[in-house]
């Protein structure tokens, strides 16, 4: 069974709207998370590391105040895209595991933002 | 820098025909991974490749890591329908889990 879940699946909002997506561990503790997005045709781009009790680590062009990370327990991250346009319009992904284990991907939301 | 290089893009094949995707770093890499994604779903985890050199088969699909570990390659003999999807090849990181993904080879599969 999955070992990541991730939720909403599918998100339709209208522009200006700000979205929360939860990922969690179900059975394992997640110190860290990670959070993916993903447009048509293309491949897996890291936005940020979310650490637990700490602030995310952004990727180089991701902009922190627009896509807010939570990690406030060791099975739970959020990411909020703030004010989204549809520009945002993506497939978010997280995913959860452990330095020296494979990641288990969440089986992330579609956002579309009209 | 920490980009990793995958070809082709795309792949279309017979079915029972073979299928390779390659991944090159021009750095070297601490670990690679290699991950399945269907369409409309999520990444799957295939393997990871640690020493150098290493060979690594499950059933019919064959991982490599180069002797420099800075590129590597999965080959699946006489493909099915059912390996349709996007591979990816992923940089891994020694201390975290962190993933850098290469840009993943989409295979189509004609029965």
């Known amino acids: 069974g999955a070992v990541v879940s991730q939720h909403p699946s599918w998100v339709i909002c209208k522009s200006g709207t700000s979205v929360k997506i939860e990922c969690r561990s179900l059975?394992?503790?997640?110190?860290?998370m990670f959070w993916y997005r993903q447009f048509p045709k293309q491949s897996l781009m890291l936005m940020a590391t979310?650490?637990?009790?700490?602030?995310?680590?952004?990727e180089q062009g991701v902009e922190k105040d627009k896509f807010l990370i939570n990690h406030a327990s060791l099975t739970l991250s959020t990411l909020t895209v703030t004010s989204a346009h549809p520009e945002d319009s993506s497939f978010y992904i997280c995913?959860?595991?452990?330095?020296?284990?494979?990641?288990?991907f969440g089986d992330g939301t579609r956002l579309s933002i009209l | 820098g920490q980009q990793v290089m995958q070809i082709p893009q795309y792949q279309h094949v017979q079915e029972g025909e073979d299928f390779t995707t390659y991944c090159n770093s021009s750095t070297t890499l601490s670990n690679i991974q290699w991950y399945k994604q269907r369409p409309g779903g999520h990444p799957v985890f295939l393997i990871q490749l640690v020493k150098s050199g290493e060979v690594k088969k499950q059933k019919r699909l064959t991982f490599q890591f180069g002797e420099a570990k800075k590129n590597s390659s999965l080959h699946i003999t006489a493909t099915q329908t059912t390996d349709v999807g996007t591979y990816f090849c992923?940089?891994?990181?020694?201390?975290?889990?962190?993933?850098?993904f290469g840009q993943g080879t989409t295979l189509q599969v004609k029965p």
């Open positions: 992923a940089r891994g990181s020694s201390n975290t889990g962190k993933l850098i």
């Open positions: 059975d394992f503790q997640a110190t860290t």
């Open positions: 995913s959860a595991g452990g330095p020296v284990k494979p990641q288990h």
């Open positions: 979310s650490n637990e009790g700490s602030k995310a680590t952004y």
